[in-house]
Structures are given as structure tokens and as C-alpha cells.
């Protein structure tokens, strides 16, 4: 399917060919619900909490410094703090065009001046290299970050050119200056090298769709053709750190940083799109398969290793060294997206909603105003209170933290929640297709021009019941497409004509189809099986070997110690740590007054104070203690109650 360049839609990929075409800001609307709710919380607090923090630690003010010349004196930050300034300016466009607030665009004209102020004349920009006293441009690829700072530069500008073409603030401007410069730099002839961290290959291919101008493309594939040639130099962490040791076709599973891969993985799939390459493409949807089935966490999570931030080996996924770092789950969004639209495959949708509800959703608190970085499936500890008035040094904080002194994944965050419209829906020749279900207006074209106008109206993920009703008549018939998710054996399609009796089929996970000339009043109600139920690991994933999880519907569950004391104390056990219980797996998994409830016991260590080991017991001559029945939270919740234990896996009683 070729897409209309002249109908481009407000949205963050918009690739000229593929199976299906995204629906945009423009014309997908979320009106409230669990995702709603969290855009509502993204604007009000997010955006002005990251704001007040980039002008408190004097990112910002970077950028000030070097518009009148007294750089590197009084400089704060890491190299690439200049990137989170451009991620805020994303998200702040995204928002404006979502909701066009005047206050929001005001601050966001601001912030574009001081921004474009500090922009050299042949289109440098950056504030940690290339002015007296600093290091030289590009002389540090490996750990520089410049040309991934442009990379969030770029995607920026694409939200502004996309949300306001009109704008008169310059940020493309800026933007286009930038990718000349290095274009110019790096291009045939130039420096053949790339940045140790992935992230302007698909800001290259977006800024060039959004401007028209290929050259961008061009430069984003020698970027990816370049990498795995060991271009870079090896570092304690090997180059596999920054994919640098095996050429992207070639590569079979990702590796080594977990966001340099996937925003390398969706750069790839950009370039592989736009080139028509289906080699490469065919290589990236064989690393995502592999990475998915042995190097994903249950929550969606990737990144299993602290020291590096980056992907264990096959099936190394211990939940309590669980990294799972916020911005990888962005990246794996974007990778798994990009290859959704050009290969229609639902797979990918799932593994969206997977890593948007237990992430993505993980990541802010309630209140929208601190963050997690990593996501643990396992606090042995109870978290510590972050320190409010100053940035957390640790990215590993054990309860959300304001600020950090690495502080990527909040505008992260932000940018994905303000453009999350974008993901809901599609298009192509034969009809529409939900891949997310939330509270929603959607009103668009078909390619041959006729019109679609839905309104979705869903509790999800609280209930399971997905209506859509049709607000337009058809003169043709189309087809409506709803994903069933994998793990939703059992749902039901109900086809509610206006005129005509309603009828009702069972469908299997997949894609759930329904094609005929809809008339206005027509509805279409999905019903997903929501009761809550156990899941298993595979078994080489050893680290869980012998535990259970929780999940309901598409939210994983988790037990926390806060709701551990009181249940074990009705049937006078005592225990407030969720390291001091099992899971009485004979019980299954309920809903009770609005909570999924499980069924524990105390587990009596089998060590001794001076020696974690014993003989094996006989389980048969032990008398079962009590158990007791405990509310499991839904894991983007937890620790929003105070400090505690938690976990995701629970081990099974014998």
C-alpha cells in the first residue's frame, strides 16, 4: 500500500509504503479511560514537572550559555542532556496538537528560541562539544552523543512540522540546518562512522518523509550500513554495546544496549521501508521474533543486566536484576510499530499493549511528577524515599524518583503518552484496524476516499468489552478488523446491525474481521475473557523455574508487602515481606470486591542463620501451615503506597 503524501497523518511514522497506514492525531481521539487519564495527568503535571527540572539542573540554560559565548564555564549536565530538552520539545508539540493550548505553545515558542539561538552558523549544534575550551566536534563517536542529540532534535521538528506546519518558531529550521551539517559530514566522502548511540537513523528517515527531501534517507541507510563493521572502537562492554560487531542483516537476535537496539532496530525497518528492502526487513522481523520469544521479560520489559543496560544472553531474565530500563520499552514501541505498519502482522500490536500497559504505564507515578528508570520484577528491599529536591544519582532507584541525573526516560515518557493516538488505529485498501482499545472518536478516509466516522466506547483493560458503533453510511462495503490478543482464547464478535438481528461467533486471538456496506447506528462489540489466571515460564528461563505469575487480561499482577501483614495475621501468621510466602497453586486465581486475590502461606526457611543451606526436607512429613487469601495490584501501580516488597513471579508451595 502506497501512502498519500499530500494526507499525511499528525503522527510519528509515516512511511510511504507498507501494509497499513497510520491514523493520526487528527483523526484519532482518545476521550478518556486508562490511557485518557494518563494523557490527561502527561499534560497537567509531566510536562511542566520535566520543564521546572531541565531550567532547575540548568540544561536549558546550556543552551543560553552558549548563545553568548561562555561555554564551557558553568556547563551542567551530561553530553547529552541538550537531548532531553529536545524530547520536552516533542512531547510539548505532540501536546499542542493534541489539545491546542495556547499556554503549552507559548512555552514551547520559548524554549525553541533559546534553542535555535545557540545554533552555529553552518548548522552545529550542541553544547557539550565544538566551541573553545571543549572537545572537537565528532572526536568522541563512541561516548559523544552528538549525533544522537540530533536525533531527538529531528524527531521534534517532525512533531512541529506535523502538529503546526505553519509554525513561525524555526525549530525546522533549525532541525533541517542540522541534518545538512551532517549530511555534509557524514555522507559518501565523509567521516564513514556512526554514533556509539543509535537514535538519528530514524529521526533521519522521519525528517526527511516529513520535508520531502531524500538525502536524509540516504544518510540514515549509510548509517545502518555502516554499523556492525566495527567502525567504532572496542570498549570493556565489547562492540556489541552499541551493535557495532555484526552488520544489521546479518545479526539474528538484539544485543548489548537495550535502547541503542531498538532505536537502531526501528531506524532499520524506516530505511528498510522506504528502500523497498526486504532483505533487511526480513532480517529485523527474524530479531525481533528471537528477541521476543527468548530476551523479553513478562512485563515487556528488555534489558536483563545492570552493568551494561543492555540484553543478557537467551532466556537470562532474573526478575530481581531485572534493568528493564523505561526508554528501552519506548524503543521496543517504536521497533515493534514500524514493523506492524509495513508487515500487518498483530503480533507486534500485542506486544505494544504488553509493553505500554506494564512500562510504559510502570514508569510514572500517579501524580505524573516522579519516574521510574529501571523496572524490577522483584524489590527485595522496601524502596527508599527519593530525594525530592535534588536529582537521584542512581538510575536504579527502588521507589520513583523526581529527577535523575540521567534523566532520558521522563521526556520519554511524555512524548509517548502525548502522541499515543497514534497507535491506536489503521487503515488500508479494504478497511480499518483497532490495534489498541481505548475510549476513542475516530474519523477518517479510506484511500479511495470514503468516509469512516467510529466511536469506540470500552472500559478496558477494567472490563472487557470493546463497542464500536459506526457514525457514517456506506455506499461500499469495508472491513473492520479488531486484534484479539494472544492470550484471549474464547472471545466473542457480536455484529449489532441497526436494522436486522444481531449475531455472534466466537473468534481466536489473531485479527477479528467483519466486512459489509455499514450503516450509521451499526455496532460491533468485542468481548475479551478477562478472568484473571496463572502463567508459566518457559522452563530454560531457570530464574523463575518453579514460580507462578498473575496476569488479567493484558495488565501483569504483582504482590506487594503492604497487603501482606493484615491477610497472614487473620489466621495468625506473620509475614510482611513477600520473600516470606508461596503461592497455594491448587487455588486458582479470583476476583473479589474488585481485586484479583490469590491464595498463600508462609514459607518456613530451610537454611540456618550461619549457613543458607540444609538437607532437603521430606515435604510429605511437614504439616501444611495455614494459608490466607491477599489482593495481588496491577504492576504499573505498585509503589504508589509507600515503600515495600514486591514481586511478579511467585514461587509455588510444594
Same mark, same amino acid.
Given at each position: 500500500?502506497?501512502?498519500?503524501?499530500?494526507?499525511?497523518?499528525?503522527?510519528?511514522?509515516?512511511?510511504?509504503?507498507?501494509?497499513?497506514?497510520?491514523?493520526?492525531?487528527?483523526?484519532?481521539?482518545?476521550?478518556?479511560?486508562?490511557?485518557?487519564?494518563?494523557?490527561?495527568?502527561?499534560?497537567?503535571?509531566?510536562?511542566?514537572?520535566?520543564?521546572?527540572?531541565?531550567?532547575?539542573?540548568?540544561?536549558?540554560?546550556?543552551?543560553?550559555?552558549?548563545?553568548?559565548?561562555?561555554?564551557?564555564? &558553568?556547563?551542567?549536565?551530561?553530553?547529552?542532556?541538550?537531548?532531553?530538552?529536545?524530547?520536552?520539545?516533542?512531547?510539548?508539540?505532540?501536546?499542542?496538537?493534541?489539545?491546542?493550548?495556547?499556554?503549552?505553545?507559548?512555552?514551547?515558542?520559548?524554549?525553541?528560541?533559546?534553542?535555535?539561538?545557540?545554533?552555529?552558523?553552518?548548522?552545529?549544534?550542541?553544547?557539550?562539544?565544538?566551541?573553545?575550551?571543549?572537545?572537537?566536534?565528532?572526536?568522541?563517536?563512541?561516548? &559523544?552523543?552528538?549525533?544522537?542529540?540530533?536525533?531527538?532534535?529531528?524527531?521534534?521538528?517532525?512533531?512541529?512540522?506535523?502538529?503546526?506546519?505553519?509554525?513561525?518558531?524555526?525549530?525546522?529550521?533549525?532541525?533541517?540546518?542540522?541534518?545538512?551539517?551532517?549530511?555534509?559530514?557524514?555522507?559518501?566522502?565523509?567521516?564513514?562512522?556512526?554514533?556509539?548511540?543509535?537514535?538519528?537513523?530514524?529521526?533521519?528517515?522521519?525528517?526527511?518523509?516529513?520535508?520531502?527531501?531524500?538525502?536524509?534517507?540516504?544518510?540514515?541507510?549509510?548509517?545502518?550500513?555502516?554499523?556492525?563493521?566495527?567502525?567504532?572502537?572496542?570498549?570493556?562492554?565489547?562492540?556489541?554495546?552499541?551493535?557495532?560487531?555484526?552488520?544489521?542483516?546479518?545479526?539474528?537476535?538484539?544485543? &548489548?544496549?537495550?535502547?541503542?537496539?531498538?532505536?537502531?532496530?526501528?531506524?532499520?525497518?524506516?530505511?528498510?521501508?522506504?528502500?523497498?528492502?526486504?532483505?533487511?526487513?526480513?532480517?529485523?522481523?527474524?530479531?525481533?521474533?528471537?528477541?521476543?520469544?527468548?530476551?523479553?521479560?513478562?512485563?515487556?520489559?528488555? &534489558?536483563?543486566?545492570?552493568?551494561?543496560?543492555?540484553?543478557?544472553?537467551?532466556?537470562?531474565?532474573?526478575?530481581?536484576?531485572?534493568?528493564?530500563?523505561?526508554?528501552?520499552?519506548?524503543?521496543?514501541?517504536?521497533?515493534?510499530?514500524?514493523?506492524?505498519?509495513?508487515?500487518?502482522?498483530?503480533?507486534?500490536?500485542?506486544?505494544?499493549?504488553?509493553?505500554?500497559?506494564?512500562?510504559?504505564?510502570?514508569?510514572?507515578?500517579?501524580?505524573?511528577?516522579?519516574?521510574?528508570?529501571?523496572?524490577?520484577?522483584?524489590?527485595?528491599?522496601?524502596?527508599?524515599?527519593?530525594?525530592?529536591?535534588?536529582?537521584?544519582?542512581?538510575?536504579?532507584?527502588?521507589?520513583?524518583?523526581?529527577?535523575?541525573?540521567?534523566?532520558?526516560?521522563?521526556?520519554?515518557?511524555?512524548?509517548?503518552?502525548?502522541?499515543?493516538?497514534?497507535?491506536?488505529?489503521?487503515?488500508?485498501?479494504?478497511?480499518?484496524?483497532?490495534?489498541?482499545?481505548?475510549?476513542?472518536?475516530?474519523?477518517?478516509?479510506?484511500?479511495?476516499?470514503?468516509?469512516?466516522?467510529?466511536?469506540?466506547?470500552?472500559?478496558?483493560?477494567?472490563?472487557?468489552?470493546?463497542?464500536?458503533?459506526?457514525?457514517?453510511?456506506?455506499?461500499?462495503?469495508?472491513?473492520?478488523?479488531?486484534?484479539?490478543?494472544?492470550?484471549?482464547?474464547?472471545?466473542?464478535?457480536?455484529?449489532?446491525?441497526?436494522?436486522?438481528?444481531?449475531?455472534?461467533?466466537?473468534?481466536?486471538?489473531?485479527?477479528?474481521?467483519?466486512?459489509?456496506?455499514?450503516?450509521?447506528?451499526?455496532?460491533?462489540?468485542?468481548?475479551?475473557?478477562?478472568?484473571?489466571?496463572?502463567?508459566?515460564?518457559?522452563?530454560?528461563?531457570?530464574?523463575?523455574?518453579?514460580?507462578?505469575?498473575?496476569?488479567?487480561?493484558?495488565?501483569?499482577?504483582?504482590?506487594?508487602?503492604?497487603?501482606?501483614?493484615?491477610?497472614?495475621?487473620?489466621?495468625?501468621?506473620?509475614?510482611?515481606?513477600?520473600?516470606?510466602?508461596?503461592?497455594?497453586?491448587?487455588?486458582?486465581?479470583?476476583?473479589?470486591?474488585?481485586?484479583?486475590?490469590?491464595?498463600?502461606?508462609?514459607?518456613?526457611?530451610?537454611?540456618?542463620?550461619?549457613?543458607?543451606?540444609?538437607?532437603?526436607?521430606?515435604?510429605?512429613?511437614?504439616?501444611?501451615?495455614?494459608?490466607?487469601?491477599?489482593?495481588?495490584?496491577?504492576?504499573?501501580?505498585?509503589?504508589?503506597?509507600?515503600?515495600?516488597?514486591?514481586?511478579?513471579?511467585?514461587?509455588?508451595?510444594?
Amino acid at each position: 500500500m502506497t501512502m498519500d503524501a499530500t494526507r499525511a497523518p499528525v503522527t510519528p511514522v509515516v512511511p510511504s509504503r507498507g501494509r497499513l497506514r497510520p491514523l493520526g492525531l487528527g483523526e484519532v481521539r482518545i476521550l478518556g479511560g486508562f490511557w485518557g487519564h494518563r494523557q490527561r495527568v502527561n499534560a497537567t503535571a509531566s510536562l511542566g514537572h520535566i520543564e521546572h527540572w531541565l531550567e532547575r539542573e540548568g540544561w536549558v540554560a546550556n543552551f543560553d550559555l552558549a548563545a553568548a559565548g561562555r561555554l564551557p564555564q &558553568g556547563r551542567r549536565g551530561r553530553e547529552f542532556s541538550d537531548s532531553e530538552v529536545y524530547k520536552l520539545l516533542e512531547a510539548m508539540s505532540w501536546e499542542v496538537g493534541r489539545d491546542d493550548d495556547e499556554d503549552l505553545d507559548r512555552r514551547l515558542r520559548a524554549l525553541v528560541a533559546r534553542v535555535a539561538a545557540a545554533q552555529q552558523p553552518d548548522g552545529y549544534l550542541n553544547t557539550e562539544f565544538g566551541r573553545p575550551g571543549q572537545r572537537e566536534r565528532w572526536s568522541d563517536l563512541e561516548w &559523544g552523543h552528538e549525533l544522537y542529540c540530533f536525533g531527538h532534535l529531528f524527531q521534534a521538528a517532525v512533531a512541529r512540522h506535523r502538529t503546526r506546519p505553519d509554525a513561525d518558531d524555526g525549530l525546522v529550521e533549525v532541525a533541517r540546518r542540522a541534518a545538512d551539517l551532517v549530511c555534509r559530514t557524514f555522507g559518501e566522502g565523509g567521516i564513514e562512522s556512526v554514533c556509539g548511540h543509535a537514535e538519528i537513523e530514524p529521526a533521519l528517515v522521519e525528517l526527511g518523509r516529513a520535508t520531502d527531501d531524500r538525502r536524509y534517507l540516504e544518510q540514515a541507510r549509510l548509517f545502518v550500513e555502516r554499523r556492525g563493521r566495527g567502525t567504532l572502537r572496542d570498549i570493556e562492554f565489547g562492540r556489541a554495546y552499541y551493535q557495532d560487531d555484526v552488520p544489521v542483516r546479518q545479526a539474528t537476535v538484539l544485543r &548489548g544496549h537495550a535502547v541503542r537496539a531498538g532505536y537502531l532496530s526501528a531506524g532499520a525497518v524506516d530505511v528498510a521501508v522506504e528502500e523497498g528492502d526486504d532483505e533487511l526487513l526480513d532480517a529485523l522481523a527474524v530479531q525481533w521474533r528471537n528477541t521476543v520469544a527468548r530476551r523479553t521479560y513478562l512485563t515487556g520489559g528488555q &534489558g536483563s543486566r545492570h552493568q551494561d543496560e543492555g540484553f543478557g544472553d537467551d532466556w537470562a531474565l532474573p526478575p530481581d536484576r531485572a534493568y528493564s530500563e523505561t526508554c528501552a520499552s519506548v524503543a521496543s514501541v517504536m521497533f515493534s510499530w514500524r514493523l506492524l505498519l509495513a508487515l500487518g502482522d498483530p503480533q507486534y500490536a500485542d506486544l505494544i499493549e504488553r509493553t505500554l500497559f506494564n512500562v510504559v504505564a510502570t514508569s510514572p507515578s500517579h501524580e505524573g511528577t516522579a519516574f521510574y528508570y529501571t523496572n524490577t520484577l522483584h524489590q527485595r528491599r522496601p524502596g527508599v524515599v527519593a530525594p525530592q529536591t535534588e536529582a537521584s544519582p542512581r538510575a536504579s532507584t527502588s521507589l520513583r524518583a523526581p529527577w535523575f541525573a540521567v534523566s532520558c526516560c521522563p521526556p520519554n515518557v511524555a512524548r509517548t503518552l502525548a502522541s499515543l493516538a497514534g497507535y491506536v488505529a489503521t487503515t488500508d485498501d479494504e478497511g480499518l484496524q483497532l490495534h489498541q482499545y481505548a475510549p476513542a472518536g475516530i474519523r477518517t478516509a479510506l484511500p479511495d476516499g470514503r468516509p469512516i466516522e467510529l466511536e469506540v466506547q470500552t472500559g478496558y483493560p477494567a472490563d472487557g468489552a470493546v463497542r464500536v458503533q459506526v457514525l457514517t453510511d456506506a455506499a461500499a462495503p469495508w472491513t473492520l478488523s479488531l486484534r484479539v490478543p494472544t492470550w484471549a482464547a474464547g472471545a466473542r464478535l457480536v455484529d449489532i446491525p441497526k436494522e436486522g438481528e444481531p449475531t455472534s461467533r466466537t473468534v481466536r486471538p489473531g485479527v477479528a474481521s467483519l466486512t459489509r456496506a455499514f450503516c450509521d447506528g451499526d455496532v460491533v462489540e468485542l468481548h475479551l475473557p478477562m478472568a484473571p489466571r496463572y502463567t508459566v515460564a518457559d522452563s530454560r528461563v531457570d530464574a523463575v523455574r518453579g514460580c507462578l505469575a498473575v496476569e488479567r487480561g493484558p495488565e501483569v499482577l504483582c504482590l506487594e508487602s503492604v497487603d501482606l501483614a493484615a491477610a497472614a495475621a487473620s489466621v495468625g501468621a506473620d509475614a510482611d515481606d513477600v520473600g516470606m510466602v508461596s503461592l497455594d497453586a491448587g487455588s486458582p486465581p479470583r476476583e473479589s470486591d474488585g481485586a484479583v486475590v490469590v491464595r498463600l502461606r508462609v514459607t518456613s526457611p530451610e537454611g540456618g542463620e550461619r549457613w543458607p543451606y540444609a538437607e532437603r526436607a521430606d515435604p510429605a512429613s511437614d504439616v501444611p501451615p495455614a494459608t490466607f487469601d491477599v489482593p495481588l495490584v496491577a504492576y504499573h501501580d505498585w509503589a504508589n503506597r509507600g515503600p515495600s516488597t514486591m514481586r511478579v513471579w511467585l514461587p509455588v508451595a510444594p
